[in-house]
């Protein structure tokens, strides 16, 4: 048995692993996939059972049968609306829940949007109709996202009397300061050549075969990347965003950092590669 084997059960998520692809569906069409406190586990299971088996985080192509590690995560949501955000009735047991348990349910919703920011794949939102409240955080947390022209995102909390705490930092993030303020205070729903210009999605399509075509033309580009610079893309990131040290150190340690990569297995694949003019082993041999 290797690590590719046994993918989790899941009811409310779908998970389809295509090459180093893996596909992950939110299947609750008929609740226009709004978030109940199972879908939310099932996703945090896949998203962990995914990040582990990432071509970054385990420095290698295949397994030892040969099977590709993943090095994409295409998320989707099934039927007319990406996500709704929270389900009804998880707003509604919220309001009668102690302080412990909402504390509880936030933690939760902050392992699965954290994993999702984090997730050692190239991360893709493939996104039609609705995308509110964690909707919206799920959009954030992706590395690219591509979306229909009848988008519909909002920050929509604050409609409800509260405010997008736990999406805030991701969403933050992608958005900026000024933006995320005013979005959070609105409320109100972004479409899509707004959503376009501030940054929430990266392109903009007209229908489903679009959204399908975009998708594959930015996962054909990734696999031209090296899967551990893709991962620790992410790590070079999240250092300068956590940064608090002087300007002198912060360029020491990006000197260690591209001294590690360029002493990396991959690294040496790459220069190798570059100077002897073939493909490194990471790039499809289709290309």
């Known amino acids: 048995m290797t690590l590719m084997d046994t993918p989790p059960t899941t009811r409310m998520v779908s998970l389809t692993i295509e090459g180093a692809q893996a596909n992950l569906t939110l299947t609750r069409s008929d609740k226009f996939n709004a978030m109940n406190v199972d879908m939310i586990q099932e996703l945090i299971t896949v998203l962990e059972w995914t990040a582990e088996r990432s071509a970054g985080r385990q420095d290698a192509l295949h397994d030892t049968n040969g099977t590709p590690y993943l090095r ?3 998320l989707r949501g099934e039927g007319k609306h990406f996500c709704a955000g929270a389900d009804i009735n998880m707003m509604r047991d919220a309001g009668a829940n102690t302080p412990e348990e909402n504390r509880a349910d936030s933690e939760r919703l902050d392992r699965l949007f954290n994993g999702l920011w984090a997730h050692p794949c190239f991360t893709v939102g493939a996104v039609q109709g609705v995308a509110l409240g964690g909707g919206a955080g799920l959009i954030a947390c992706c590395d690219y996202v591509v979306a229909t022209q009848n988008i519909r ?4 909390e604050g409609k409800l009397g509260i405010l997008p705490a736990v999406i805030g930092p991701y969403v933050y993030r992608r958005l900026g300061s000024a933006t995320f303020r005013r979005l959070a205070m609105q409320a109100s729903r972004v479409r899509g050549e707004e959503a376009l210009r501030v940054g929430f999605i990266e392109a903009l399509v007209d229908d489903q ?6 998708v594959s033309s930015i996962v054909a580009e990734v696999m031209t990347t090296g899967p551990s610079a893709v991962t620790l893309s992410k790590e070079l990131t999240l250092g300068f965003d956590r940064w608090t040290g002087s300007d002198e150190e912060l360029r020491n340690w990006t000197l260690d950092f591209t ?17 002897e003019k073939r493909s490194p082993n990471w790039k499809p041999e289709t290309e």
Do not use: P, W
């Not at 995102?153 to 929509?156: F, H, P, R, V």
């Open 259 to 275: 001294s590690r990569m360029r002493g990396s297995k991959e690294g040496q694949e790459g220069l190798s590669s570059f100077l």
């Open 72 to 74: 994409t995560l295409v």
């Open 209 to 214: 075969e679009g959204l399908e075509a975009a």
């Open 153 to 156: 995102i909002a920050l929509s």
